[in-house]
């Protein structure tokens, strides 16, 4: 038997001509299986009617438009069509909205998605919170959402432990943490350090390790055997390597700088040259050592190697200066070039220990001395005293000698030496 909403009369059984019998009740002139509206009662509704056709498939018909149907031979149901393609499917518009109302909790009430081995359930809980519930082990709620100004969220492992959590506004976000530190905008708790061993500030965005590391436990680690490190040891900062090389610099036209007391004290400048200092590099040096004094106190020039130091200088502040309290000292005063030795001490040219070129001592007097020893000493006394030969040497005219085993001097006239004498 088929029902017809209209009255609430029911119906004979359908026949092939009249599938609803609606003939036998009056209602259908020309035996089409459809209400004849002018049959009806006055006041009757015949927009809704429900029609079983001879392939044992039902409709629904809103107006004569099938609004629900049933294919006997499939069990596929279509709303708003008469041909189903899947068990449901949905005709006449891109977005379907269903409105579900469902009471209970726990596993008692939700909607239900389960196999064989495992149970889930979608609820709405307390204060309208939405939970995906594992049911199978045990009613943990794996998600938990909580709505409006309150949209707290948690996400549960398999332990039922909180893997993630985030508060109100959604700004922080915790990993393994119930409830998210205000002014983290990401939080990660881990068992050796605790809550917030790693975090982003919500206000600056930076990115704080607040613990106290070591090479072993560093605060930062990157590389698959943990290759490079960063971390603070409570008093100083550290960044090694722990395999292959360590590189630092720019890959553009940028200088790199070496900052100590938020004050440049040196850098790589773009152009390959080292400088000491903070200003602009001399022009053609390779490295370039700059003074508060001097802007350039002393460079190497890339295209010789030559060392310069390019000004001039003073007993009080030399170009070079060499010793614990700068004993020996070099400079250009702007017309000479000067040698100093500190007061108290000799001072030697020498190519080598026992082979003495020059000597200037503290006596005043000064000693040449060649390669073979022998020696020409001018005294501060004015006197000359000459020592060490003891043989004619290779003569030409003009040529004076001493010899100081003979206690005599020889003069050459271009053809011999000969003694002179002395009255």
């Known amino acids: 038997m088929a029902v017809n909403p209209v009255q609430g009369l029911r119906e004979p059984a359908p ?22 509206t002018s049959l009806l009662p006055t006041g009757s509704d015949p927009s809704v009617m429900f029609d079983v ?15 629900l149907t ?80 309150s949209g707290t969220g948690l996400l549960k492992s398999g332990t039922a432990t909180t893997v993630m959590a985030w508060n109100a506004s959604g700004v922080n976000v915790g990993v393994a943490a119930t409830t998210p530190t205000s002014g983290r905008a990401f939080q990660v708790t881990t068992t050796a350090h605790g809550s917030g061993s790693v975090y982003v500030a919500d206000a600056d965005g ?34 090694y390597s722990y395999t292959g090389s360590m590189f630092a610099g720019t890959n553009n036209s940028a200088s790199y700088f070496f900052i100590t007391n938020n004050t440049t004290r040196g ?26 004094g001097q802007a350039h106190a002393m460079y190497v020039a890339d295209a010789d190697g030559t060392l310069h130091s390019p000004w001039d200088g003073s007993s009080g502040s030399p170009n ?16 000479n070039n000067i040698l100093l030795g500190a007061s108290g001490q000799n001072t030697y040219l020498r190519s080598t220990a026992a082979n ?3 000597e200037a001592l503290t006596s005043g007097s000064v000693v040449i001395r060649t390669g073979g020893g022998n020696t020409f000493t001018a005294l501060d006394t004015g006197a000359v005293q000459i020592s060490g030969i003891s043989a004619a040497p290779t003569g030409s005219a003009g040529r004076l000698y001493y010899n100081s085993v003979a206690n005599t001097l020889h003069l050459h006239d271009g053809t011999a030496w000969r003694t002179v004498t002395v009255t």
């Open 206 to 239: 930076t990115l704080h390790s607040p613990w106290d590391g070591d090479g072993t436990s560093p605060n930062i680690s990157l590389g698959a055997a943990d290759d490079l490190r960063l971390w603070h040891d409570g008093s100083n900062s550290y960044t």
């Open 70 to 149: 049933v294919k006997g031979a499939t069990g596929r149901l279509g709303v708003g069509t008469a041909s189903p393609s899947d068990e449901l499917t949905v005709g006449g518009a891109s977005n379907v909205y269903a409105g579900v109302t469902m009471t209970g909790s726990g596993v008692a009430g939700g909607f239900v998605i389960e196999d064989a081995t495992q149970e889930w359930r979608l609820i709405k809980g307390t204060g309208g919170s939405l939970s995906l519930r594992d049911v199978t082990a045990g009613s943990i709620d794996r998600i938990l959402v909580n709505p409006g100004a």
């Open 356 to 358: 003495c070129y020059v």
């Open 320 to 335: 070079i200066a060499v010793g614990a309290s700068d004993d020996f000292k070099l400079y250009h005063d702007g017309t």
């Open 53 to 67: 056709t001879s392939a044992d498939d039902a409709e629904g018909l809103i107006d004569g438009v099938a609004a």
């Open 267 to 292: 850098k790589w400048d773009s152009g390959g040259a080292f400088v000491v200092g903070s200003g602009t590099v001399q022009s053609g040096a390779k490295i370039d050592f700059q003074t508060t």
């Open 15 to 36: 026949s092939t001509a009249n599938p609803l019998g609606l003939a036998g009740l009056g209602l259908d002139a020309n035996s089409d299986g459809i209400i004849d």
